[in-house]
C-alpha cells in the first residue's frame, strides 16, 4: 500500500490570492490524481497529474486556474490560482501503486477556505 | 461514459441491525466497482472492490458487496451495525478491467447514520 500525505491541511486564503498544496507519497506510484471535494458534496476529478509532462485536465477545469506539477514519481502539486469563495473546497490527490491490486489511495485532503 | 447512482443520500440503522448501502452503475465496458468510505474530517478509505473475479466481495470491517450485471447493481451490506461505521459511503466505477491507474467516478454518497 502507499501512505500519501498533504500539505497543507488546512489553509484560509484571500480572494485574489494563490495556494499550492503538495502532496507527497512514499512510494514511486504510477499515476496521480487530483480532486476537488465542494461541501457536502462528493469528489470530482480535476486532472490526471502526468510525470514529466503537462496535465491532463477534465472538463471544466483548466491549466490556468489550476496549474498541477509532477517532477517525480513520488510528489505532486496543486496551485488554485486566482482563488475565489467558489473555490472553497477539500483537495485531494491519490496515486495508484503498481503490483496486482492497483488501487488508488488517497490522501487526507486539503482543507481551503476562501474569505 | 461512466456513471454511478447512489440511491439513498441518507440511511438511518440501529447498532446491531443490518446496512444496506444501495449503488447502481452504468459503464460502456466490464466495469470495476469499489466503495469507499469517508469518516468526518479523515481521508477516503477503499473498503472493498470488484475487478471481474468473484460477484461477491468481501472487504473490511465485515462489509461485503455483491457485483449483480443483470441489475447493473453494486450495493454494501454489513449484518450487523456498530456505532464506528456512521461515516459518508462512497459508490465508485472505473472502466478498465483491472482497475489499474483509470479515472474514477464518485457516486454523490450516502450518509450512514447509526444509532443506539
Known amino acids: 500500500s502507499a501512505v500519501i500525505s498533504q500539505k497543507p491541511s488546512r489553509d484560509i486564503c484571500q480572494r485574489g490570492t494563490s495556494l499550492t498544496i503538495q502532496c507527497q507519497v512514499d512510494?514511486?506510484?504510477?499515476?496521480m490524481f487530483w480532486y476537488r471535494q465542494q461541501p457536502g458534496q462528493s469528489l470530482t476529478l480535476i486532472a490526471t497529474a502526468n510525470q514529466g509532462s503537462e496535465a491532463t485536465y477534465e472538463s471544466g477545469f483548466v491549466i490556468d486556474k489550476f496549474p498541477i506539477s509532477r517532477p517525480n514519481l513520488t510528489f505532486s502539486t496543486l496551485t488554485v490560482s486566482n482563488m475565489s469563495p467558489e473555490d472553497s473546497s477539500i483537495y485531494l490527490c491519490?496515486?495508484?501503486?503498481?503490483?496486482?491490486?492497483?488501487?488508488?489511495?488517497f490522501g487526507p485532503g486539503t482543507r481551503l477556505t476562501v474569505t | 461514459a461512466q456513471s454511478v447512482t447512489q440511491l439513498d443520500s441518507h440511511v438511518s440503522v440501529s447498532e446491531g441491525t443490518p446496512v444496506l448501502l444501495r449503488c447502481n452503475y452504468s459503464s460502456s465496458y466490464s466495469p470495476s466497482l469499489f466503495w469507499y468510505v469517508q469518516h468526518p474530517n479523515k481521508g477516503l478509505q477503499l473498503l472493498l472492490k470488484y475487478t471481474s473475479a468473484a460477484t461477491l466481495v468481501k472487504g473490511i470491517n465485515g462489509f461485503e458487496a455483491e457485483f449483480k450485471k443483470s441489475e447493473t447493481s453494486f450495493h454494501l451490506t454489513k449484518p450487523s451495525a456498530h456505532m464506528s461505521d456512521a461515516a459518508e459511503y462512497f459508490c465508485?466505477?472505473?472502466?478498465?478491467?483491472?482497475?489499474?491507474?483509470?479515472?474514477?467516478?464518485f457516486g454523490t454518497g450516502t450518509r450512514l447514520q447509526v444509532t443506539l
Open positions: 512510494s514511486q506510484v504510477t499515476m
Open positions: 491519490s496515486g495508484v501503486g503498481g503490483g496486482s491490486s492497483y488501487e488508488q489511495y
Open positions: 465508485v466505477v472505473s472502466d478498465m478491467d483491472t482497475g489499474t491507474a483509470s479515472k474514477l467516478t
